[in-house]
């Protein structure tokens, strides 16, 4: 990458009008999501770099330029410009993993500094040239990407989730999905069948105004909308516009969301419920403060949609909170694709064999009565995964049979519905398993384009972020979705665990994985195991231990090689390797042993 420098510029990348022209295309892009004095931080740094006076881009310049700071101005004391070149950085990042290869040139801030600096993009295919290309040669270059970045220095801290948004890894979606569907006659547009009708209905009402005014009407409007979009990508449950007469009716099932907006002098509050239509019981509320000093409207219908879609309608959330054994003592037969959906989610919650076999059973049956259910199809292919990447928790010997039929399952539902963040996140899944990362990356990232509020597909594509090398990215997904209540309970924590050990915090990587469920997954202990020999607390790391060979006894003898399948950097593996190599394990980490 070239930075550019004081003195008129001799870009050995990008010309000055290039990069000109590069730095609209961001800030006209519906992709780049900055406030305003943001905008015009990034313009200012931009043209003054351009303008050959890029020796002068200090805290101070800035802050006295484009925030409008007195002379007084203390950067020790004041960090607004730090705040906002990291915003910035993020901003940046997300907005070119997005668009992929359609941009030209690369305009960062690089950290340490406020200078921008200029490239040309290695992987950018112009309009004309990609129209000419097969999906194939396509998806031949971007294999060959790397896929293993520095490792970042960032800090992982138990005290709170990492603050700072992450920079989202996502590409094109409209892209990424095109490529991850075989080339063939199919219609890829087919959506679910009827069985979708079984599936839970939220009535969405508009948000009325408590003191009516044209303002406060405006954002109710907007809010009651954005909430729809939201809630219309969660693919297990049905998005209808509500009524006010959409009240109790005990032979109605479903639920209605209902909510208010009061404005007063800038100041906005706003609040949600969730309400059972069979018995009008409120099973959910909640209210929310905002100021449009601080933010427009726009940035805040957004931002309330995304809090209150997710709250409502991720996996493990308030609606598919249910009793697992309500859900096992059902008659199969009589099983719909919601009572499926909830026996996955029952069998997830309780991680047994026999919650395993139950919703297998389900899925099985909703799979050949509804053929064209890409969500019945993803959940299927997740179960038949388990049976590899849990085998040492349900006590199930790992075929490969089971992870090409958990693959095809993945693709058939890709190729069912492109546009299922579900079934993305299964075919992910199932290609980490079959040791293809870059395909599995290029399907999480496409599943979290889709939809960013599924806490779900946003922990699980940072998990393979993380593990496959992007440590800061992916730890910054888990940690986002561990504060928005990503289940299963425990599951994330021992992600951030290991976010907090690479990171070299084992103080934070303990505290994590205590805060995990250890008896979800043996693995769980073996990550403890790792974290405490690497601390030194060798009698306590030993204790972990016997656990696992007493408790899982095929385990540790293999456990070079299941560490292998998640961790993809021979020096992440060899960090954990060590950690409980310290606490007595004897671990053959060759490559004949690994593979």
């Known amino acids: ?66 925030f409008g ?21 993020r901003e940046l990042e997300r907005y070119y993993l997005l668009s992929g290869s359609n941009e030209r040139v690369v305009i960062t801030i690089p950290k340490g500094g406020y200078v921008p600096a200029f490239e040309f993009n290695r992987e950018f295919k112009g309009v004309e040239q990609a129209g000419t290309e097969t999906l194939a040669q396509i998806e031949d270059g971007l294999a060959s990407q790397p896929a293993t970045p520095e490792r970042p220095k960032a800090r992982f801290r138990i005290g709170f989730p990492v603050q700072a948004l992450l920079a989202a890894a ?37 948000f009325r105004d408590v003191v009516v005014s044209d303002r406060s009407s405006s954002l109710s409007m907007g809010l ?79 931002a309330l949609a995304k809090d209150i879609a997710t709250a409502v309608a991720q996996p493990f959330g308030v609606i598919f909170q249910t009793d697992t054994k309500d859900i096992a003592s059902q008659s199969v037969g009589g099983w719909d694709a919601y009572t499926c959906t909830l026996a996955y989610y029952s069998y997830r919650t309780e991680m ?23 969500t019945m199809q993803a959940f299927l292919s997740l179960l038949f995964l388990d049976e590899v990447r849990f085998s040492y928790k349900l006590g199930a010997k790992p075929v490969p049979a089971s992870l090409e039929t958990s693959f095809k399952l993945a693709q058939h539902a890709v190729e069912l519905d492109p546009q299922n963040a579900r079934a993305l996140q299964a075919l992910m899944l199932a290609s980490v398993f079959r040791n293809d ?26 998990l393979r972020l993380a593990m496959s090398g992007k440590w800061e990215t992916g730890c910054g997904l888990i940690s986002n979705a561990v504060s928005k209540g990503a289940g299963p309970k425990g599951y994330f924590e021992v992600g951030m665990a290991l976010c907090a050990f690479i990171d070299g915090d084992l103080g934070a990587a303990e505290l994590w994985s205590r805060m995990s469920d250890l008896d979800y997954n043996p693995m769980h ?67 004949s042993a690994t593979n």
């Open 1 to 66: 990458m070239v930075a550019a420098s004081s003195g008129k510029e001799q870009f050995e990348g990008p010309s000055a009008d290039d990069v000109r022209a590069q730095l609209d295309r961001i800030l006209s892009s519906d992709k780049f999501h900055l406030p305003e004095r943001a905008r015009n931080f990034l313009k200012f740094v931009v043209n003054e770099t351009l303008e050959g006076r890029a020796e002068y881009l200090k805290a101070f310049t800035i802050a006295h330029d484009v």
């Open 69 to 89: 700071r007195r002379d007084t101005f203390d950067a020790q004391n004041d960090p607004v410009v730090r705040i906002e070149a990291g915003r910035i950085r």
């Open 170 to 206: 996502v590409v094109g979606v409209v892209v990424t999905s095109t490529l991850l569907i075989r080339a063939g006659d199919t219609d890829y547009g087919v959506a679910s069948e009827a069985t979708a009708t079984t599936r839970p209905a939220i009535a969405v009402e508009r």
């Open 224 to 302: 009651t909308e954005e909430i729809i979009g939201n809630l219309v990508k969660f693919k297990e449950i049905i998005v209808t516009e509500g009524t006010a007469s959409a009240g109790r009716n005990r032979t109605t099932s479903g639920y209605i969301l209902q909510g208010s907006v009061r404005l007063e002098n800038e100041k906005v509050r706003s609040i949600a419920r969730l309400v059972r239509r069979s018995d009008g019981v409120i099973i959910w509320a909640n209210n929310y403060d905002s100021d449009l000093r601080a933010q427009s409207a726009f940035e805040i219908q957004g």
């Open 352 to 374: 047994t064999q026999p919650a395993h076999e139950v919703a297998k059973d389900c899925l099985e049956k909703a799979t050949t009565r509804a053929p064209s259910d890409a």
């Open 437 to 462: 990362i870059q395909s599995a990356l290029r399907a999480g990232a496409a599943a979290y384009a889709i939809n960013p509020n599924d806490t779900e597909v946003a922990g699980e594509y940072g």
């Open 525 to 591: 202990h073996m990550v403890l195991t790792a974290i405490l020999g690497a601390a030194g607390r060798i009698d306590e790391a030993r204790n972990e231990l016997n656990w696992l060979n007493q408790h899982t006894p095929k385990l540790m003898p293999n456990i070079a090689r299941e560490i292998s399948v998640r961790i993809a950097r021979q020096e992440d593996r060899e960090r954990i390797f060590a950690g409980l190599r310290a606490a007595g394990a004897e671990i053959d980490s060759s490559p």
